[in-house]
Every structure is written in C-alpha cells, then in structure tokens.
C-alpha cells in the first residue's frame, strides 16, 4: 500500500495527523480528521487513494522521505491559483502552525501559459533547496486519472507530469468541490455558517454543495456504511438553465434567447452562464442590449474595461456590476444583480429537490 509506504516517515505517522480514520471507498481517497480542539479552525488531510498512479512513479524512482519534508497545496480555479508551502508539523496539530508555513502566494492564471509554469514561479520565489516532497491541487475541472482539463481556462493538468517535472514524489489532483466538501466538514457551525433556513437537520442526511466563482461547482455528500461522509464532485453548473416567469415579465426567457445568439448554441444555455462570475456579466450585456437608455456610461466604462488597437475588448470586468448595484449607482447593475440572486437562489432550491 502505497499511503503505507509513505507514512514510513515519522512525520507521515497515523498518530501525529488524526485519531480517527475513515475509508471512504475508490471515489475520495482516506480522509483524516485532525482532533478537536480550542482552536477556531480545522484540518482536514486528504491521502492518495492506494491505486493512485501518482504515487508509483515516486516509488519507481526510489524518492525517500526528506528529514525536513514540504508539502505544496493549491486551489486552481478558473481567474486565480492561490498557493501555499509549508513544514509537515510536529505531533498532533488541529491546525498548521504558522512556523511551519513557507510561502504563500496568488497567482491570476490569465498572466501564465501553463500551470506548471505558475508552480516554478512559486518554488522559485519560496526559495527552497529542495522540491515539496508531496503536493494535493484541488482544481476547478473533473479529475481523470490524475488528470484534469481547466474549461474555462484552456489549461491541462497532469498530476504525474507536474510530479516528475518539479521532482517531488507525488502530485495528487482533486475537484475543487471535492475539497469545499471536505473542508465543509472541520466547520463550526456555531461560529462560521449562516443560518438561511432555521430548521432541524436530519442526521446523516446527503448534503449538497453549489458556489459560484468563475464557473458554477457543484457536488454533493453522502454518508457510507460507516456513516461517515464522502464526495462526489459533479459538473451540474453545465446543465440547462430553466428561465422563471414572474407575472407577465418574460425578462428570463428573453435572456435565454439573447445568450443562445451570443454562444450560438444550438439548443441550450447551461446554468453556469448565469449563476457565476461570466454569468455577471452575460446578464448585464443583455441588459445594456435590452434598455440602453439606462446604461451608467462611466460604470459601463468600467465593466468593458481595456481594449486593444482594434477597440475590440479585451477583458470584461464584472466587479463593476456588483460594485456599482452595492453602491446604488447603477439602475441596469442592481437588476443584474437582482436576476443573478434570483437564478442563484432557484438552483440552489433545485438542488436540495434533487438530494
């Protein structure tokens, strides 16, 4: 067993990560819990699944365990990669130590041609000697085999690849959701959630996660024989949005119409074209399309942002939508945002429907 193996080292002990483990079968991996304690923030550890290829090449090319180990996490999603390097920890730790944390950065994926290129930038600029020995990305795409193509980006990444390139024993990829879900599980939520709707929770009921970023992620949780929770990323922010109508507005369902054009779609338009960060701006564009009498020049100014010799726009800034409803500024900004909740919110509801 490979994850055996690599526990070898005194560090990677069972004993100094978690009291309890749990098997979540071939979708997830072995998950462990760091204990409770005072602190306001968890830990959880997610190892390579025993038949994960990456972990072969390491033991193909005999990589020991470093006295010093590093580890290397990052959260790649669709606009930013935010990285972090840090010193496995000594003993039991609910949460890594400070001292024990490298180098952290943000990197904005639109600046670098490839992600192997953004991980050398980082390594360089951490300025170690040595490669992480071990690195875990949770990426904003589905993982095949190690392997992961970023839609919205135009990136491929490959676990192994990224492994033998920077010369570290193993880079193990996971769907970004699939860490949300995990990391959804160290909450207090006495202290860090929000209480939408106040009603009792049924234990060991499925859970369903949805977020909106550059794209829309989803996934949802269930519990296994032992009762402990696994999950299953998805891709459901590409499945068909259903337009709403309210009284005899058929504002949605004109939309719909618009973005078909714009996408040339033949038949569909996915949810993820409204409920995210693009989904901004596609309902914005309408609007300033559907009633331009109401355009804020200045605050449409900043949501073209630049454009190049040919005046074509170069990158389109939702923020300024959301920054101009918060503000009140802008009429066409706070009806964007207004459909935007809306959608939001309807899918969210479709979702609990669903599990």
């Not at 009140?328 to 979702?351: I, Q, S």
Request: with cysteine; glycine share 8%.
């Amino acid at each position: 067993d490979n994850s055996c193996r690599r526990q070898q080292h005194p560090r990677f002990q069972p004993s100094a990560c978690t009291h309890q483990r749990r098997d979540m079968g071939s979708g997830a991996g072995k998950q462990y819990v760091a204990p409770e304690t005072e602190s306001k923030t968890k830990t959880v550890i997610v190892a390579p699944k025993h038949e994960a290829p990456a972990m072969d090449w390491a033991m193909d090319r005999q990589i020991s365990i470093p006295a010093e180990p590093t580890l290397l996490c990052a959260d790649v999603g669709g606009t930013n990669s935010r990285l972090h390097l840090f010193r496995v920890p000594d003993g039991e730790v609910s949460v890594v130590p400070q001292s024990c944390m490298i180098y952290q950065a943000k990197y904005a994926n639109a600046h670098h041609e490839s992600f192997s290129h953004v991980v050398k930038d980082f390594l360089e600029k951490a300025g170690q000697e040595a490669p992480p020995y071990l690195g875990c990305f949770a990426v904003a795409g589905v993982v095949v085999d190690n392997k992961c193509n970023l839609v919205n980006l135009g990136w491929r990444l490959d676990g192994n690849e990224i492994a033998k390139e920077m010369g570290m024993a193993s880079v193990h990829l996971i769907n970004d959701f699939e860490a949300q879900g995990y990391g959804i599980l160290t909450l207090d939520e006495e202290k860090e959630c929000d209480v939408i709707q106040d009603v009792p929770k049924t234990p060991g009921a499925p859970i369903a996660l949805i977020g909106a970023g550059t794209g829309l992620g989803q996934a949802f949780m269930t519990t296994g024989q032992n009762g402990d929770y696994e999950v299953w990323p998805s891709e459901g922010g590409h499945k068909e949005f259903a337009p709403r109508q309210e009284g005899s507005s058929r504002l949605q369902t004109e939309m719909m119409q618009y973005l078909q054009i714009k996408f040339s779609a033949k038949s569909r338009i996915s949810v993820e074209r409204i409920v995210s960060g693009r989904g901004i701006a596609n309902i914005y564009q309408f609007l300033a399309w559907k009633f331009p009498e109401k355009i804020n020049k200045e605050v449409h100014q900043q949501f073209l942002g630049p454009s190049d010799s040919d005046r074509r726009v170069i990158q389109q800034n939702p923020a300024a939508v959301v920054e101009a409803a918060r503000e009140e500024t802008c009429e066409l900004c706070l009806k964007a945002m207004d459909l935007f909740v809306g959608a939001y919110g309807a899918e969210a509801g479709v979702m609990a429907l669903k599990f």
